[in-house]
Nanobody, 123 residues
């Protein structure tokens, strides 16, 4: 059972990126789906999540209006669409899944984690 985060890269301030999380080894249909990030020297930070029933998403205040989470259960994937990126968005971005979860902003309930994908926002 594995989650794979992809789509990171280098982007200029104001630019956009779409990250993809792909599940393998099982269906993640019954899981809350989330994105977190961790910048150097900082703790892991919640970005947003959808409940296992599809309610939400809920977002952290820092990214509300700029980031959007969506999912495709048939493809066993979920996405983080990021726009108007800022240098302070530079971090490693992780996807996570929580069985029958309610889109917790706490990382501890999430049983499965992707390996992370680097996003760098720089001119």
């Amino acid at each position: 059972v594995q989650l794979q985060a992809s789509g990171g890269g280098v982007v200029r301030p104001g630019g956009s990126l779409v990250l993809t999380c792909t599940g393998s080894g099982k269906s993640f249909n019954d899981y809350a789906k989330a994105w977190f990030r961790q910048a150097p020297g900082k703790e892991r930070e919640f970005l947003g999540a959808i409940t296992w029933t599809g309610r939400g998403p809920v977002y952290a205040n820092d990214v509300k209006g700029r980031f959007m989470i969506s999912r495709d259960n048939r493809a066993n994937q979920w996405y983080l669409s990021m726009s108007n990126l800022r240098p302070e968005d530079t971090a490693i971005y992780y996807c996570a899944a929580d069985f029958k979860g309610v889109a917790s902003q706490d990382a501890r309930p999430y049983e499965h984690w992707g390996q992370g994908t680097q996003v760098t926002v720089s001119s």
